[in-house]
């Protein structure tokens, strides 16, 4: 393992069959996608691997998309997929670097510490022309049991009070949304930011989109948008996903008080009495 969070395909080559590793395919994709990841994992994943919803993985009960569930039903769950206290957890997905950093962020928030994401995801995979089967995965069930990390996870009251107080807040939406030059995704928001914020394109820590840029270009990146990684950073996006790149990168580059607003703009920009800045 050569870096914090991440495992190479060359590590997960040689653990496949490690009893102690749990390998899950974290795909994700906008609506405007028409994908179906549930079904792409169906037909070619990474042996061994079992696919991890993040709109099922929830609170169901939210009207937001893939918000947490709480600590007793992600135990539940987790259980019942198999996964159990102790274990490695390796994350993947079929972009590169994209939903599989939300799945991470999620362990983490539960209290998992041995949690990482595959280089390169499953495009890397399959470049190097390594094994992929099909069909269905299952392993016996594991005692799991959650402990909620309050310190990774902000909710929209813990927001207003950031926005007020100065916190760092960055946003990981394109520029043009966060200037509001662009439409929302997703119907009946509102076009802007939250007053504070600045805006660090989850692109800007990547490299081809697929895997993360190195330590110091990082830094770099957040560090001219304005954001000092050695203070409390909150991040945010559209609902959480591309946040998680960012809590992602910056706990890859040692920074150590990172949270992400779990409801992000379709929570805040959905809201009525929340203040907006163009």
Known sequence: MDRRN?????????HLDAPDVVILDGSWYMPADNRDPRKEHFEAHIPGSLYFDIDAIADTTSDLPHMLPTPDAFSSMMRKMGIGD?????????TGLYSGARVWWTFKVMGVDHVYVLEGGLPKWKTEVRSIVSGPVSRPECHFTARFNHARVRDIDDMRQASKNGVQIADARSLGRFNATEPEPRPGLRNGHIPGSVCVPYATVLENGSTLKSVDEITAAFREAGIDPTKPVITTCGSGVTASILAFALDEIGARHVA???????????????????
């Not at 991440?6 to 040689?14: C, G, N």
């Not at 102790?86 to 079929?94: I, L, N, P, R, S």
């Not at 992000?264 to 920009?269: D, L, M, Y």
């Open 6 to 14: 991440i495992v190479t395909t060359e590590w997960l080559q040689d």
């Open 86 to 94: 102790g274990q490695t957890v390796v994350v993947y997905d079929g």
């Open 260 to 278: 992400v607003y779990d409801g992000s703009w379709t929570e805040w920009g959905g809201a009525e009495d929340t203040p907006v800045e163009p």
